[in-house]
């Protein structure tokens, strides 16, 4: 039966106090906001009960609130169980019944009603294996002073007693200093690493620089840059400090420059950098903490283990580093921590060679890591984290080499499987949100994967940027410029981050700051022709008033059907009209011979004022599911024919009211 409500509650060393809305544990307050309150307070009033998903979105929140309900109540119950430090995987407060509900299990005390208004409530026994100290007998009155101590004057009081207190302080001082010094000295508890890490400077913000190959063996670079791959991603599981995504990081790979500048470049307090030794199936990993302001050395381990433990020498790592720089871990991130398997090494070595292809952003390079991360799901099938990349190399080649419908079905099929297998996999959210977004015009199911992909992994510059894409096309700017701008904070030297961002603003009409952030993608690379076709674009819309277009350069050797099509739509924008017309008919030529994009076709029919081939290229757009369909809402190549009923259908067709 339930308790009845009586203002303090106790469980373990909780108190909750329902007047003034207050967790505490052993009386000190726990800040807890007030939907993950409420719940708390709905379990223990039905404790030992199963609460339905039903009755507490009853409860918290009634049928007039428009809320994204399992987000959340996933939210509300995470919340809690961080306040309470308690597991999902091993409750002892809060269990959760699969797709049910969720129930109350620990034992609670309900105090009377005069004592659970007393401020010394906490003297009740809070546990049946916790019980308080016995409250102390009342004080003996003081026994009178003395005459002469009656007469004496403040002043000969102060006099007398001083050379007492000095020499009890002194005392206690020496006392204290020569404690401290043996516990130093015998380093008891690992007071020596305690004080030492109370000393490190705050760090919020750090980058792992790539690892040195020291096996002596050149052709195990892509397993050592690999490695660091796999470590920034275990460390950006620390909610507490911002981790440089890979791509801004890699820059550095065999650079001369000091760590100060580095710090200064990437706007980060500390670097993780080391050392990978490979000997047979033996490996040495070394790593160190720097502090980036001074070049000083924080801590240093090494690792020697087999192959197969590289997952669970990362996870050490990241705990290790959490514990220098204080962060501190919740009950999820020191059980995702500890979650580990062992990996086999041929299954390793094709992922890491796979993830090699796949960071290089060549269609080429996209093949080949498709064909290494199938060989690693053939040797090992449980890995979830091949099932992962390979979603992700199927959304790489879709659209812009491939047909969609045959790329994101494979897609979607293995980032469900990853997700089978491990539910905890940031980029298996992210691939899966992009599907939903691009292929299954699901809007609602991808913003829910985007949150997932970022709420396990808010250092992933992926994930953040394609969160920023969606919500950009989805006509809320303000909100995607935010996620673009974290995009960009933790993967500062990114080209495509860049590019995105300024696709992004494109698409909000923010023309000038567009432009802007194409020219900071040129500066990393000047040669890059999508930023110059872009900047371009922007021009042509209205960006940069009163400010000469650039001059107009086309690459003869560009197949780019994205780049073609858009340089089609300016020289036409700009009245070069048969310069516009080679382009388009270049584009139906590569046509014969590879996938192009329906909707950039259309958008270069457009530009020409051919309206009706524009609408024939967007119909054959939604029937081939391009990936593209999705700006239509917000594309400004299209204002032209916003008025026209087909347009309306189209919108409709695609998913938007």
């Given amino acids: 039966m339930a308790p009845p409500q009586r203002r303090i509650v106790r469980f373990g060393a909780y108190d909750v106090d329902r007047h003034t809305g207050e967790l505490r544990k052993q009386g000190v307050r726990i800040k807890l906001q007030e939907k993950p309150f409420q719940l708390l307070l709905l379990l223990l009033d039905r404790q030992g009960d199963l609460v339905t998903r039903e009755e507490v979105r009853e409860a918290l929140w009634p049928a007039d ?5 399992d987000h959340s109540l996933g939210t509300a119950v995470a919340k809690l169980r961080a306040a309470l430090g308690d597991s999902a995987k091993n409750p002892r407060f809060v269990e959760t019944v699969g797709g049910r509900g969720h129930r109350f299990i ?19 026994p809070t546990s049946s294996d916790e019980v308080a100290p016995a409250r102390p007998a009342a004080a003996a009155p003081p026994e009178p002073l003395a005459e002469a101590d009656v007469q004496s004057t403040p002043t000969a009081t102060t006099r007398g007693r001083m050379p007492r207190v000095a ?32 000393t490190n400077p705050t760090v919020h913000a750090l980058a792992v620089l790539p690892l040195r190959n020291l096996s002596g063996d050149s052709s195990q670079e892509y ?9 920034i991603t275990t460390l950006a599981q620390l909610h507490g400090v911002e981790v440089i995504s890979r791509t801004s990081a890699m820059q550095y790979k065999d650079t001369h420059k000091r760590l100060p500048e580095i710090g200064r470049e990437l706007n980060v307090d500390a670097f ?50 959490a514990n220098e720089i204080r962060v501190q871990l919740t009950p999820d991130q020191q059980n995702l921590l500890a979650r580990t398997r062992p990996v086999k090494p041929a299954a390793q070595e094709a992922y890491l060679r796979a993830r090699y292809h796949l960071n290089k952003g060549e269609e080429a390079d996209f093949r080949k890591s498709i064909e290494a991360f ?105 909100e995607a410029i935010s996620e673009m701008r974290r995009a960009e904070s933790l993967d500062p030297l990114s ?60 690459d003869p050797h560009d197949t780019s059907p994205l780049n073609l099509a858009t340089l089609a739509g300016i020289y036409a924008t700009t009245g070069k009209r048969d310069e516009a017309e080679t382009i388009l008919a270049r584009l139906k030529e590569l046509s014969n011979h590879r996938y192009i994009c329906p909707y950039e076709m259309a958008t270069a029919h457009e530009a020409l004022g051919q309206h009706d081939d524009a609408f024939t290229w967007l119909r ?3 029937e081939d599911r391009s990936t593209c369909m999705p700006d239509l809402k917000t594309d400004p190549r299209f204002d032209g024919l916003r008025g026209d009923p087909r347009f309306t259908q189209l919108l409709h067709a695609v998913g938007f009211d």
């Fill in 167 to 198: 020499a009890s302080i002194l005392v206690g001082f020496l006392t204290g200093a020569l404690v401290l010094a043996v516990v130093l000295g015998l380093d008891i508890g690992g007071a020596r690493a305690s004080l030492r890490r109370f």
């Fill in 106 to 124: 620990a034992p609670i005390v309900v105090p009377d009603e005069d004592a659970g208004e007393r401020e010394d409530v906490a003297a009740v």
């Fill in 65 to 69: 609130t428009f809320v994204d309900f």
């Fill in 620 to 622: 054959k757009g939604i």
């Fill in 495 to 554: 080209v495509s981050v860049h590019i995105n961002t300024g696709w992004a603003l494109y698409l909000g009409r923010r023309l000038d700051e567009a432009i802007v952030e194409w020219r900071k993608a040129l500066e990393l690379e000047p040669n890059l022709g999508v930023a110059h076709v872009s900047i371009w674009l922007a021009y042509v819309q209205g960006g940069a008033k009163g400010t000469p277009l650039p001059a107009i350069h086309a």
């Fill in 223 to 231: 397993v050592v840059d690999g490695m660091t791959e796999q470590l």
């Fill in 272 to 321: 993780i950098e080391g050392s990978v030794q490979r000997s047979g199936s033996r490996m040495r990993i070394t790593v160190q903490l720097v502090d980036a302001r001074t070049d000083q050395h924080l801590w240093a381990h090494s690792y020697d283990r087999d192959v197969g433990d590289v997952l669970s020498i990362e996870n050490e790592i990241a705990r290790s580093v």
């Fill in 374 to 478: 199938n060989d690693a799901i053939a040797i090992d099938p449980e890995d979830a984290r091949s099932h992962a990349g390979l979603a992700n190399a199927y959304v790489a080649l879709s659209d812009f080499y491939e047909r969609s419908t045959e790329m994101m079905p494979r897609a979607r099929q293995a980032a469900e499987r990853a997700l089978t297998l491990d539910d905890s996999l940031s980029d298996a959210h992210t691939a899966l949100g992009v599907v939903r977004f691009l292929y299954d015009w699901n809007w609602s199911g991808a913003e829910d994967e985007f949150k997932r992909a970022t709420a396990l992994n808010p250092a992933s510059s992926d994930a953040h940027a394609w969160y920023g894409a969606f919500l950009a096309q989805m006509g809320r700017s303000p």
